[in-house]
């Protein structure tokens, strides 16, 4: 079993900053890519940003720079740093990943964190 926790949501004013973190623990061998999902009140969860075991990162074209994936795999852990937040931006983040365990590869879900943005 593997438990994806994510933190660091909260209220914020428009153009403010914050950073949202998931840990992952459990019985598994290694991590491969993780994501960042969002989902606001109304539509679809979409992919934010994602990066790979090795550092590559993807980020979607809506955030035109604004936020920054990482990630440390001593710690299996995946950072999302959000500036220059706008109300749009408002929704509950999700974090997923790839693990394989000795049940071969699986993908796993957060509970998410909520993000909003209003002054």
């Known amino acids: 079993q593997v438990l994806l926790v994510e933190s660091g949501g909260g209220l914020v004013q428009p153009g403010g900053s914050l950073r949202l973190s998931c840990a992952a623990s459990?019985?598994?061998?290694?991590?491969?890519?993780m994501y960042w999902y969002r989902q606001a009140p109304g539509k679809q969860r979409e992919l934010a940003a994602s990066?790979?075991?090795?550092?590559?990162?993807n980020y979607a074209d809506f955030l035109k720079g604004r936020f920054t994936i990482s990630r440390d795999n001593a710690k299996n852990t995946v950072h999302l740093q959000m500036n220059s937040l706008k109300g749009d931006d408002t929704a509950v983040y999700y974090c997923?990943?790839?693990?394989?365990?000795?049940?071969?590869?699986?993908?796993?879900w957060g509970q998410g964190t909520q993000v909003t943005v209003s002054s």
């Open positions: 459990g019985t598994f061998f290694r991590i491969d890519t």
């Open positions: 990066i790979t075991r090795s550092g590559t990162t």
């Open positions: 997923h990943a790839d693990v394989i365990s000795n049940l071969g590869t699986r993908n796993y």
